[in-house]
């Protein structure tokens, strides 16, 4: 009798570790259960997993956080037993050997998972569109990762990556935030930045403000706004005689704030305009990476365009890049091989599109024989401490 024919009737727990957001599930589901915070509590403080390094103790101290948070997952969000069950971990090919050997060390030594895969997060898009070759935009926390896939295999000496993710829009909201926005004190309204007495601008309220009051405006509106700034000379949007969209009242410890249009519609522009270094714009970067892939493989890439992340759900996303990228295209007319793009619509939102891969892949037979069992893992243990 085979040893883990009792755990073959139980679906696989797949795990999509991002680095502000995890998604937890069950193979063969078309959705995650729960999509929580990649983040622990350590002294009455939330910490990132993905942070240990600032931590004292730092690979002592992320297996600490490790069992706690795959605790919480495990028996408090999917009540699921660690020792019945295979386990799929989506993750980025970012992530450092460490991180990824603490992860299946706490796995397989404190949690007795029957076998652990990993699968990197632009693999596991194509599986849920069951794909052998795209180009996967991944729009995450801390950057964007653009990478080619093809049959199987991440061509990561042709990957682009730079550093718009949603934290780095968060920093520019900030700093538009302090710079124009209006706090009505006694009945009067005064500037964020006069304030002696400044309302925290934290990470979970920038989030917040960017989904409730934030937008990636039209391509057109947008051209109209950078050539009124080009006339005036102008950097600041006070000095527009332009229509923005109407101003947003947000409510911060028990204080209104109005931010004003131009701040919810100019706020997304850094992932398309980059006054410093121009190529670190995304549709620039989506074109130059395709530039660098095999001749033969170019109209492949560009027929087959997936975007995933968190990133790429805001408002008027979509619409924009494809805009921005047909306006770049015919500017190289010359040199590049496609008169436009194609984009694949997934069957889930763009968040977890990863997890949803992972979750058809761990449904197969065949995960067996990509996965680590845990006695294989026990006897590259002993074999280390032998050397």
């Not at 460490?98 to 898009?125: G, M, Q």
């Not at 794909?131 to 295999?153: E, F, H, K, T, W």
């Not at 770049?328 to 949803?356: D, R």
Request: aromatic fraction near 10%; include cysteine.
């Amino acid at each position: 009798m085979n040893f883990f024919e009792p755990f073959a009737d139980k679906p696989a727990i797949i795990i999509d570790i991002g680095q502000a957001y995890t998604k937890c599930g069950f193979a063969g589901e078309s959705a995650p259960h729960a999509i929580i915070p990649t983040q622990v509590t350590l002294n009455s403080q939330r910490f990132y997993l993905h942070n240990y390094k600032l931590l004292p103790h730092g690979i002592e101290t992320l297996k600490e956080m490790f069992i706690e948070f795959l605790y919480n997952v495990y028996y408090k969000i999917l009540n699921a037993n660690s020792r019945e069950r295979k386990v799929v971990i989506v993750e980025s090919i970012m992530t450092s050997s460490d991180f990824r050997k603490t992860l299946a060390d706490v796995l397989f030594n404190d949690f007795h998972a029957v076998s652990v895969l990993l699968i990197p997060t632009h693999l596991a898009c194509t599986y849920t569109l069951g794909i052998s070759r795209a180009l996967v935009v991944d729009m995450g926390y801390n950057d964007c990762q653009i990478m080619p896939i093809s049959d199987g295999y991440s061509l990561t000496n042709l990957c682009s990556f730079a550093k718009l993710g949603a934290k780095h829009l968060h920093d520019y909201l900030k700093i538009l935030i302090e710079k124009y926005a209006l706090v009505t004190v006694d009945g009067n309204r005064v500037l964020f930045s006069s304030l002696s007495n400044q309302p925290t601008l934290t990470e979970k309220i920038l989030e917040d403000i960017k989904l409730r009051c934030c937008f990636v405006t039209s391509f057109e509106r947008a051209q109209k706004i950078y050539k009124q700034m080009e006339i005036k000379q102008t950097d600041s949007f006070t000095d527009l005689e332009f229509q923005f969209a109407p101003e947003c009242d947000y409510t911060i410890e028990s204080m209104i704030v109005h931010i004003p249009g131009y701040v919810r519609e100019m706020a997304c522009e850094i992932f398309f305009k980059n006054e410093i270094d121009s190529d670190q714009c995304l549709q620039n970067l989506i074109i130059d990476t395709i530039c660098k892939t095999p001749i033969d493989l170019k109209k492949e890439f560009a027929s087959n365009v997936v975007l995933a992340g968190g990133g790429c759900m805001l408002d008027g996303f979509k619409p924009r890049l494809a805009k921005e990228i047909n306006a770049l295209i015919e500017t190289k007319s010359n040199v590049f091989p496609c008169q436009k793009l194609s984009y694949h619509k997934t069957p889930s939102h763009e968040n977890y599109t990863a997890w949803l891969g992972g979750a058809i892949f761990g449904s197969l037979d065949i995960l067996d024989n990509y996965s680590i069992q845990n006695t294989q893992h026990k006897e590259l243990e002993s074999l280390c401490c032998v050397f």
